[in-house]
């Protein structure tokens, strides 16, 4: 079983900029594409970024698109997710998910990923 664990998280200022991590290890040992969503109090949990196995396409949600990165390394089994100018609406729980290995394609969709990990805080102050 595949295992997801998020790092970065944080407390940050209205316009600065946070980098998260999140690393997959177990069985399989490898994953297929992999995704960021987030879920403010309140609220439902909404697509972020997607990256494919091979780091060449990404998607990004509208809200985030030109503010957030989205990257990843296979060697390592980690995608990352680095959000510049950032806004307190970005405050949420940020949840890393993985496809299984043989989907490699991105997808917007919370179904369509196998694997989670247990969520990284991100609070922004104004």
């Known amino acids: 079983q595949v295992q997801l664990v998020e790092s970065g998280g944080g407390l940050v200022q209205a316009g600065g900029s946070l980098g998260l991590s999140c690393a997959a290890s177990?069985?399989?040992?490898?994953?297929?594409?992999m995704g960021w969503f987030r879920q403010a109090p309140g609220k439902e949990r909404e697509f972020v970024a997607s990256?494919?196995?091979?780091?060449?396409?990404?998607a990004y949600a509208d809200s985030v698109k030109g503010r957030f990165a989205i990257s990843r390394d296979n060697a390592k089994n980690t995608v990352y997710l680095q959000m510049n100018m950032l806004k307190p609406e970005d405050t949420a729980v940020y949840y890393c998910?993985?496809?299984?290995?043989?989907?490699?394609?991105?997808?917007?969709?919370?179904?369509?990923?196998?694997?989670w990990g247990q969520g990284t805080q991100v609070t922004v102050s104004s």
């Open positions: 998910a993985a496809r299984a290995s043989y989907y490699s394609r991105t997808d917007n969709r919370e179904a369509a990923y196998g694997y």
């Open positions: 177990g069985r399989p040992f490898s994953v297929g594409a």
């Open positions: 990256i494919g196995w091979t780091g060449s396409n990404t």
